[in-house]
């Protein structure tokens, strides 16, 4: 299992790495067999308006998976022991529910399904530029998946979104936590009459991006 530490505003001493590699071992101790890859990154804010300056992330890479979980509070060990117990508990849940899956697994037949190929190079001979409003662009690969999968990914990223490719349509979809509970998912709006007889360009006007967003957010 590779393991790599970073650090942000903050100097990686022996005494923290050692720390870091003892608890996140601990941690994936029992799961060593589907986990190949942990990155860890810790950081200090230097805001002083924010409480919790004490950052501590974990980002596990599983048989394909991606677990994420993150921590703050006031003091970085105790950041690290709370992401710790956190990816250990995400791990326990994502190997019960391979478990569980492989336990009702349906009958194979005698269709073979071809597996598509994960493109490795996503930008080609363009080259990445970033707005200077925006603070880091990330590249990723996108399977297909169904909604299900994608939900199963979102729950363990610890994010509030999850953006992945529909198997059904091919579309690019964002799954997301609603604010009143449960969960959305965003899909593109291609040729929708407007109710004027007229069909969507895909130019939407200021009211009615606001009316969208309201949606989305209910």
Excluded at 2 to 15: C, H, W
Excluded at 38 to 47: E, F, G, H, P, W
Excluded at 64 to 70: A, D, K, P, Q
Aim: glycine residues 6%; charged residues 25%.
């Amino acid at each position: 299992m590779k393991l790599v530490i970073q650090g942000k505003n903050i100097e990686i001493t022996d005494a923290i790495r050692d720390y870091v590699q003892q608890k996140i071992e601990k941690a994936v101790s029992h799961y060593q067999n589907l986990t190949t890859e942990v990155d860890i990154n810790l950081s200090v804010a230097r805001n002083p308006r924010i409480n919790s300056k004490q950052t501590a992330e974990v980002t596990l890479y599983a048989n394909g998976t991606v677990i994420r979980s993150e921590e703050s509070s006031e003091d970085l060990y105790a950041s690290i022991d709370l992401v710790a117990d956190k990816i250990a508990r995400q791990l326990r849940k994502y190997k019960e529910k391979r478990q569980h899956q492989k336990t009702h697994a349906l009958p194979k037949t005698g269709v073979v399904v071809e597996d598509e190929p994960v493109v490795t190079d996503l930008i080609g001979d363009r080259t990445a530029e970033l707005p200077s409003e925006v603070v880091r662009i990330k590249y990723f690969a996108m399977p297909p998946m169904t909604i299900e999968e994608a939900l199963e990914q979102l729950q363990l990223v610890d994010h509030d979104f999850y953006m992945f490719r529909n198997t059904k349509t091919g579309e690019i979809n964002v799954i997301y936590e609603r604010n009143h509970g449960g969960y959305g998912v965003l899909q593109p709006r291609n040729n929708v009459n407007n109710g004027n007889g007229n069909h969507s360009n895909g130019k939407t006007d200021r009211s009615e991006a606001l009316e969208q967003a309201s949606e989305y957010l209910a």
